[in-house]
């Protein structure tokens, strides 16, 4: 794909000097609808990876070493900027415009024929043409996946312009009908190590409660109750 590249950044100004590089780059000419028409649609992909750091109190006791679990998690921010439907016999092109306006218009209509997919009845097993295009292809996470998808429509107020207003207006209202549940990227062993060590907590507390109840009312404690957790522990740490 022409101009796609990527990079690693480590802070906020260095992602925003290859957005703008990226701006910079991009293609736009004169038609006679728009003086700076974009030549193409603009994708930029911002990927943050977290890893946090927790300690986790093994035994509760004062001496205890305190071990540290790793939880990564994982998002992706698409920024699109789609270029506008051109009609043909309004905007004039020819030759290389021509041509330009021709692949805006299949990627636009690739891209509504998914949404359309999408907004119908699930259980109807229908497929959904992501492959169709470039631009469907990489957005297929943003539409139908683990996301929140926002679109902003921009529409003139030209009574000329009325037809392309009304069909942006429909184009995105559909956009609208898609119904997504993310859920927060985490991973899969981490997220299992911290559940067993929560369980683990609990059940010493539940081993302390019993304890303190027998010397409370003056019962002699099972010699092997520290043993018992001891093992128990070290089992589920085996599984994790």
């Known amino acids: 794909m022409r101009g796609l590249k990527e990079t690693e950044v480590s802070s906020p100004r260095e992602c925003l000097h290859w957005l703008n590089s990226g701006i910079n780059q991009r293609q736009t000419s004169a038609t006679a609808m728009n003086e700076g028409?974009?030549?193409?649609?603009?994708?930029?992909?911002?990927?943050?990876?977290?890893?946090?750091?927790?300690?986790?109190d093994e035994g509760g006791a004062?001496?205890?070493?305190?071990?540290?679990?790793t939880e990564e998690i994982s998002s992706k921010f698409h920024f699109v900027?789609?270029?506008?439907?051109?009609r043909i016999k309004k905007t004039g092109a020819t030759g290389k415009l021509l041509k330009e306006g021709i692949s805006i218009n299949k990627g636009l209509l690739c891209l509504g024929q998914v949404?359309?997919?999408?907004?119908?009845?699930?259980?109807?097993?229908?497929?959904i043409p992501y492959r169709d295009s470039k631009l469907t292809r990489i957005l297929q996470d943003s539409l139908g996946g683990n996301s929140r998808t926002t679109m902003i429509a921009c529409v003139s107020?030209?009574?000329?312009?009325?037809?392309?207003?009304?069909?942006?207006?429909?184009y995105a209202s559909r956009a609208r009908n898609i119904?997504?549940?993310?859920?927060?990227?985490?991973?899969?062993?981490?997220?299992l190590i911290e559940s067993l060590r929560i369980q683990?907590?609990?059940?010493?507390?539940?081993?302390?409660?019993?304890?303190?109840?027998?010397?409370?009312?003056?019962?002699?404690?099972?010699?092997?109750?520290?043993?018992?957790?001891?093992?128990?522990?070290?089992?589920?740490?085996?599984?994790?």
């Open 115 to 127: 949404i359309n997919a999408l907004t119908k009845d699930k259980k109807s097993g229908e497929h």
């Open 157 to 170: 107020p030209a009574e000329s312009n009325y037809e392309e207003t009304m069909g942006t207006i429909k």
């Open 200 to 240: 683990i907590t609990h059940l010493q507390l539940e081993v302390q409660e019993y304890t303190g109840i027998l010397e409370t009312n003056g019962l002699a404690v099972p010699k092997d109750m520290s043993g018992r957790v001891a093992e128990k522990q070290k089992a589920q740490e085996q599984v994790a």
């Open 81 to 86: 900027d789609l270029a506008g439907s051109e």
């Open 179 to 191: 119904k997504n549940k993310p859920i927060i990227n985490r991973d899969a062993n981490s997220m």
């Open 62 to 69: 004062a001496d205890e070493e305190v071990a540290q679990v």
């Open 37 to 56: 028409s974009s030549r193409s649609h603009a994708i930029f992909t911002v990927t943050i990876e977290q890893k946090i750091v927790k300690d986790v």
